[in-house]
């Protein structure tokens, strides 16, 4: 015969079937019921983002029966399956999931955590350092194999067309000096950065040379315009004659 049972308390349940028949002895025979409780508020732990190749996983340590590491897919040695905070190593690059089973009695529960190893970025390379006489140009930066590269402005000022471009075009640069630091990153790993230095002169104005002279003795005194920005030189084209400061603009001549 059968009968079900609910409302079982948590352990061993006995229970006792009994046969009577007339005038004949009772006989009986008992079973036993092990009510185990499913095992509550188990955690793999939280999700990582690891760039070494190890780590420690963080499962919650069970109030009642045992925990057991597997893995569920990708790749990686677990050191202590049985130790919620085993240390994993060997971990592929990629992801790899595994799983925290905690069984108590004939009842199991799990939890599963994701590991995502990421491989170190290229090395960045900002290029050659530039001087430049205009207020535009292009940066030279190398192209990354792994990872992603941003330019930024470490100083000076300038519009940066596409950031994300290793060869952008720059323009509005700042007169003087300016720094580009070309950083590429991957995952967790820690960034690869290189800086290049855009040094921009300003604008000579238009030479003025004065007006021409028409003199009777040998001397005569020049009269150019000075120059806001860099530096001017006086030179003989033709005819002879001694410039006695060739870098003032106001030279005698004799």
Known sequence: ASATVSGLSTGLNIFEWTVSSGVCPVTSAQVTI???EVPANISAGANQSICADQTTLNGTAP???TGIWTLVSGSATINDDTDNQS???N???GSSVLRWTVTTGACSTFAEVTITRSEPPSEALAGDDQSLCGTSGSLNGNTPAIGNGTWSIASGSATIDQASNPQSSISDIAIGTNEFVWTISNGACPSESDTVVVLVSDDPITPNAGQNQSICVDNAQLNATAPLSGSGL?????GVATIDDASN???TLS
């Open 249 to 251: 603009p106001q030279s």
């Open 34 to 36: 092990q009510s185990d």
């Open 87 to 89: 240390v994993l190593s």
């Open 234 to 238: 006086w030179s003989l084209i033709s």
């Open 91 to 93: 971990v592929a690059i």
């Open 63 to 65: 109030a009642s029966g």
